[in-house]
């Protein structure tokens, strides 16, 4: 038996590992230990949420940002980026557009702009929600004050995405400048969870100096902190920044990376990432067939999309958000998945007598359960 498959049936056991095996996880990768990975992390993400596949429909508010990020193509220093910003009417006007296609997330995501503040977002969030009252709303608009977290979410924001990159203090500070700090990064999401947000954190895969100690770093980051949402993809280098000739990460790697995650926590919301359809043109449906549940099209306006340039290469930078629908409806099926029309939220389990809900895939009893029974 390969190594490393003890490992693998004690993660899907346990849904937990030392930070030491996860590294052995990570520097023994073969493509027997992915396909074993990926066979049982299926099998774990078609108990939770069988064959559909949640979407978010993207809305890119800003590609202003007051920050430096040294991997970002819309960082302060890049001159060459091209700068907009959606009106809260043009933001509305894409919630109308994507809620009649179906989508029933919304996410609004930006550099850190001051222009959004609390006093511009929190109408347009009660405006969203009133007239989307069956929807969710997202955030992704970076660090902010707790203050501010918790007016917006008075406000109706349900979600925050906020990415943490990398679990590693020291690698933090290498992709980023001196005026970002790990630790408050950390606070932020701590902060966001305690409020009461549906919290999305998320790492790089591949980023420049990334090794297996960081990934696994990561790994345990994730296990403990429990989100409901983790957004991976490969690093892509953006050529207008320092990194601009760093390699690119690897779509292999990152779904290696979603099969472990959904063992870790089987109902935690993966998405495929636009990231990984830029890299491979199967990128998204190897993400899914890897464990993912959770696709983003874009339902920016077709004429910024261009502009909301992270990495060289985007892809449905050109594509109507009709299209970008149809597109991976098509893509789902093809594989076997169907896009839901639903707010997709991580689904949580009831105890069933003794034995939690998620016994479909789990034989633990709630007496020798690892998380008591609170798996959700
Ligand atoms: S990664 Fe985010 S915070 Fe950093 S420069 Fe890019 S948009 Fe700004």
């Not at 959004?116 to 969030?125: A, H, I, K, Q, S």
């Not at 980023?176 to 630790?183: C, E, F, R, Y």
């Not at 089987?266 to 491979?280: F, H, S, V």
């Amino acid at each position: 038996m390969p190594e490393l498959f003890p490992l693998i049936e004690k993660l899907e056991r346990q849904r937990s590992l030392t930070e030491a095996e996860y590294q052995s996880l990570m520097e023994g990768r073969t493509e027997a230990a992915a396909a074993e990975l990926r066979a049982r992390a299926v099998r774990v993400r078609k108990a939770v949420y069988g064959n559909t596949v949640f979407t978010r429909g993207l809305v890119e508010i800003s590609s202003w940002c007051k920050n430096d990020c040294l991997y970002c193509g819309i960082r302060r220093s890049n001159q060459k980026a091209q700068r907009y910003r959606l009106s809260p009417e043009d933001i509305l006007a894409c919630c109308r557009e994507g809620w009649a296609l179906g989508f029933r997330t919304f996410v609004l995501q930006g550099g850190e702009d001051p222009w959004f503040t609390d006093e511009r977002l929190c109408p347009l969030l009660r405006q969203i929600k009133a007239e989307f009252p069956d929807c969710a709303v997202t955030l992704s608009l970076g660090e902010r004050s707790r203050e501010s977290y918790q007016r917006l979410y008075d406000a109706g924001a349900d979600r925050y995405l906020l990415r943490h990159e990398t679990a590693d203090q020291a690698h933090y500070e290498y992709l980023h400048p001196a005026s970002l700090s790990w630790a408050h990064r950390m606070d932020c999401l701590r902060a966001l969870k305690e409020i009461g947000y549906q919290v999305g954190c998320g790492f790089m895969v591949g980023s420049p100096g990334q090794t297996a100690r960081e990934l696994a770093k990561d790994l345990k980051f994730i296990e403990e902190f429990r989100p409901a949402m983790c957004g991976i993809g490969p690093f892509i280098p953006h050529k207008d920044t320092p990194f601009g000739d760093k390699a690119a990460g690897s779509v292999e790697l990152s779904c290696y990376l979603l099969s472990i995650l959904r063992l870790i926590q089987p109902n935690l919301l993966l998405p495929a990432t636009t990231a990984l359809g830029t890299l491979d043109p199967l990128g998204r449906e190897k993400g899914i067939q890897a464990g993912a549940n959770v696709v983003m099209p874009n339902l920016s306006p077709v004429s910024v999309r261009k502009k909301y340039m992270l990495y060289d290469n985007k892809i449905c930078t050109g594509e109507e958000s009709a299209q970008c629908r149809g597109c991976l409806s098509a893509r789902m099926a093809g594989i076997g998945y169907e896009l839901a029309v639903d707010r997709g939220d991580p689904k949580k389990f009831e105890s069933q007598g003794g034995v939690c809900g998620a016994a479909p895939y789990c034989a633990a009893s709630l007496s020798s359960c690892h998380f008591e029974g609170a798996c959700d």
